[in-house]
């Protein structure tokens, strides 16, 4: 897999995320079914999305998703920690915080903060007049496609779309390719059946979604050529 993916490190490891807050917000769970503006949002019943990143058998961090609809707002604060040791060693250490927020269907903001070992990264999209405004620690400010999606992995959508980086900002325009349903291992040690799709190109990933659309599992390789696997809590 090349460094490209949206996860720890684009060169070395790699990942996707975010953390915020919304006075008064709720999360999903507390109001049952999302308002119609966005009941075409997958946002999980209990509010929460937790995953394990697995490393040669060994949890080296979280990446943990929290849902919060406020009327037709819903933020979604991403938060993603890992530490990266050879003995007592740490490797890497990397975090990701962001906030994404969406009105009705459609993405009004998303701001997001990454230390990769002391390198810092940044990214904003804020919905203007002229559209979806981007700005990054690695891109020139753009206006993204009116249908690009963020790469934060919650929502299947974005196998549709142009994806917006959610550590530097670049648009990335990666090859989807829809393969078969398979069993996906919970942090639990069930089992879950999921559909996998392999991302190539711009990123280089697989990502499982069950059948209500719901991300189960991502999987990439990173630089030393061991695999990281997301094992949901």
Not at 70 to 90: E, H, K
Request: proline share 6%.
């Amino acid at each position: 897999m090349s460094g490209r993916a949206e996860v720890i490190d684009r060169r070395t490891l790699l990942v996707g995320t975010l953390a915020c807050g919304v006075a008064g917000a709720r999360r999903a769970v507390a109001m049952g079914t999302p308002p119609s503006g966005l009941s075409s949002l997958p946002i999980p019943p209990s509010g929460n999305m937790t995953f394990r990143l697995i490393r040669h058998g060994d949890a080296i961090g979280t990446h943990t998703l929290d849902f919060f609809v406020q009327d037709d707002t819903l933020t979604v604060r991403i938060a993603v920690d890992v530490v990266y040791m050879f003995g007592p060693i740490p490797l890497v250490r990397y975090t990701h915080r962001n906030t994404e927020v969406w009105r009705g269907a459609r993405l009004a903001s998303l701001d997001a903060q990454t230390n990769k070992n002391g390198n810092l990264l940044h990214m904003s999209a804020h919905r203007t007049p002229a559209g979806l405004h981007v700005e990054g620690s690695n891109t020139e400010p753009y206006i993204a496609p009116e249908d690009a999606m963020p790469t934060t992995y919650w929502n299947a959508h974005m196998l549709q779309a142009p994806m917006i980086g959610t550590q530097d900002g670049m648009l990335v325009h990666p090859r989807v390719t829809e393969n078969q349903i398979e069993p996906v291992r919970l942090a639990s040690g069930a089992e879950a059946a999921a559909r996998c799709y392999n991302l190539s190109g711009d990123l280089s990933l697989d990502l499982w979604y069950a059948a209500d659309r719901s991300w189960m599992s991502m999987r990439f390789s990173i630089a030393d050529g061991s695999v990281i696997t997301y094992a949901r809590v």
